[in-house]
């Protein structure tokens, strides 16, 4: 990898149109006060107060936001949310983006999911999240929800020229990435093989063929019912055989593995310094890469993107970050010399 390849690569950003399907939460977090905290009247209890609120896209949302930071040409979103509040604040939230929002369908029966984060201030300066409050559909998604998903997948991918699949429901049939959804990604997959897949699957990895896979070392495991002592290369290689297409094994700040049936590749992350939060690395990396595979690189190539990507937001502490070319193009310049073998 050279910095000229590298320009190769992001440079044809624009030119590509990505759908992002899948689970789309929104991330609230009310920063509370406890100095100015009131004791309630009728119960006794500390009442929180809040003194601030902000919002953005989350789950599949934060792949977007991702997408759109990195210059994506055109964005779509596929899959639903519920007629209420949080739904509209999502929706505004994707729309500032940029986001084609014809395939964010609006659902009666379904409520918008939403992770809502306390921040408590500290004394010193800064925020610690509190216990979050998690607002997800626990019912399986209703067949004429499910019917319109499928329908919107399908006339989708003639607009699209990559899918990102985020599937962020632990609850079976209860997100957008149903049993049905997932054996039509397979069908498509295999009539498009040409057609980037990528899919980040938290509990269903091992479930999904005929396109690529980008799990954690513990989604992996999971997946193949593995104990701990296992290799990444073993995991990533039995991953891929299953699936049929190349694994892009996430290894935290050791970097990720790109494995096929036939060979994995160990590719260095990039060197940070200082504290770092790794929430939303996954999502950057994500973005990264299938961008990086719509513009021609290998899936070498695409796991160093994506690693330069993912390096750039874990610094960015107390937020999903997002990283964006000139970020790109800084962090391999500081570290070029890691990527010269690959």
Do not use: W
Not at 132 to 139: F, P, V
Not at 259 to 273: G, I, K, N
Not at 317 to 341: D, H, I, K, S
């Amino acid at each position: 990898m050279t910095s000229t390849c590298l320009d190769k690569i992001l440079g044809r950003f624009p030119d590509l149109s990505v759908a992002v399907v899948g689970d789309f939460f929104l991330d609230k977090y009310l920063v509370v006060d406890r100095a100015v905290s009131e004791t309630s009247l009728e119960t006794g209890k500390e009442a929180f107060q809040v003194v601030g609120v902000r919002q953005s896209p989350g789950a599949a949302g934060t792949v977007v936001n991702n997408l759109a930071a990195l210059g994506a040409g055109r964005l779509y979103a596929v899959g639903l949310t519920g007629d209420d509040g949080a739904g509209y604040e999502l929706r505004q939230g994707l729309a500032e983006q940029g986001v084609a929002l014809h395939y964010l369908r609006r659902t009666p029966d379904f409520l918008t999911p939403t992770y809502t984060k306390p921040m408590e201030l500290l004394p010193g300066g800064g925020e610690r999240e509190m216990h979050r409050l998690d607002l997800k559909n626990r019912r399986p998604l209703s067949r004429e929800a499910e019917e319109t998903v499928l329908a919107d997948l399908h006339e989708v991918v003639t607009r699209a020229k990559a899918l990102v699949i985020a599937d962020q429901v632990q609850e079976r049939n209860c997100g957008v990435i149903t049993d049905r959804v997932r054996e039509a990604l397979a069908r498509l997959g295999a009539e498009r093989p040409e057609l980037v897949i990528l899919v980040d699957s938290r509990v269903r990895a091992g479930e999904f063929r005929e396109v690529m896979l980008k799990p954690n070392r513990e989604e992996a495991r999971a997946a193949l019912e593995r104990e701990a002592v296992a290799e990444d290369a073993a995991l990533g290689q039995s991953l891929s055989r299953q699936s049929g297409r190349p694994v892009f094994l996430t290894c935290g700040l050791e970097g990720m593995m790109v494995c096929t049936a036939e060979e994995a590749v160990a590719v260095p992350a990039a060197p940070v310094s200082g504290p770092v939060d790794i929430v939303g690395a996954g999502d950057s990396a994500a973005a990264a890469l299938t961008l990086s595979l719509c513009a021609g690189a290998s899936p070498v190539e695409a796991a160093i993107v994506g690693n330069l990507a993912a390096s750039v937001t874990v610094q960015q502490l107390g937020t999903t970050g997002t990283a964006r070319p000139e970020q790109v193009r800084e962090r391999f310049r500081e570290c070029a010399n890691r990527y010269a073998p690959f």
